[in-house]
């Protein structure tokens, strides 16, 4: 299981760090991701870390502000997301994600983050 945290309304070119907190399973084991749904809008790929820590890909629309990473000791992943903009408003969401992909599952669940101009 997989639970979101750490969103908030703040305003544009501010930062936040979302948190992805595992219970049970075997957290190490498993490539990670975020994804983001806009209200009316699908549910979209923004980053992914592989089991170990060490890789990581960024959709193009959040990289260089964004960046992931994961603690398997805590079994937390998070999400720095600096220079915000209002256009990364949305609900987070963090899953597993099939490698070189842009597919995840298992979605927890999620935290709104809302960005003022």
């Known amino acids: 299981q997989l639970q979101a945290s750490g969103g908030g309304m703040v305003q544009a070119g501010s930062s936040l760090r979302l948190s992805c907190a595992a219970s049970g399973g075997y957290f190490e084991n498993y490539a990670l991701c975020w994804a983001r749904q806009a209200p009316g809008k699908e549910r979209q790929f923004v980053a992914a870390?592989?089991?170990?820590?060490?890789?990581?890909y960024y959709a193009d629309a959040v990289k260089g502000r964004f960046t992931i990473s994961r603690d398997n000791a805590a079994k937390v992943m998070y999400l720095q997301m600096n220079t915000l903009r209002p256009e990364d408003s949305a609900v987070y969401y963090c899953?597993?994600?099939?490698?070189?992909?842009?597919?995840?599952?298992?979605w927890g669940q999620g935290t709104l983050v809302t960005v003022s101009s």
């Open positions: 899953g597993g994600i099939i490698w070189n992909t842009t597919t995840g599952y298992n």
């Open positions: 870390v592989n089991w170990g820590g060490t890789t990581t």
